[in-house]
Nanobody
């Protein structure tokens, strides 16, 4: 699998940012695209997931109502629209893909079939 994230950067508190995850090379369906983040000194957190065949989505409680995951099938790209950002959202954000659904992305034992290189999101004034 080839997975490439983009869209990170510096944003002020209360601002918005959209991350992109271009994924290709899948050999089976269904598969799910998940977004994770990890801040220095903290454990990895699964923040959102989409099962791409059904469009079913899932969000961590910490981002529900502020983040939206969506897809552009023609571009093989999944987006994470982030709004009302705060300093607590500062982290490296990673996109990952797994064959199957979103049932395990919040588990510490989650295993991806492919990971992106990550993109930094910094929320600061």
């Amino acid at each position: 699998l080839q997975i490439v994230e983009s869209g990170g950067g510096l944003v002020q508190p209360g601002g918005s940012l959209r991350l992109s995850c271009a994924a290709s090379g899948f050999t089976a369906n269904p598969y799910a695209i998940s977004w994770f983040r990890q801040a220095p000194g903290k454990e990895r957190e699964g923040v959102s997931c989409m099962r791409t065949d059904t469009g079913t989505t899932n969000y961590a409680e910490s981002v529900a109502g502020r983040f939206t995951i969506s897809k552009d099938k023609a571009k093989n790209t999944v987006y994470l629209q982030m709004t009302s950002l705060s300093a607590e959202d500062t982290a490296s954000y990673f996109c990952a893909a797994t064959y199957g659904d979103c049932s395990s992305y919040r588990s510490p034992y989650y295993r991806a079939d492919g990971w992106g290189q990550g993109t930094q999101v910094t929320v600061s004034s």
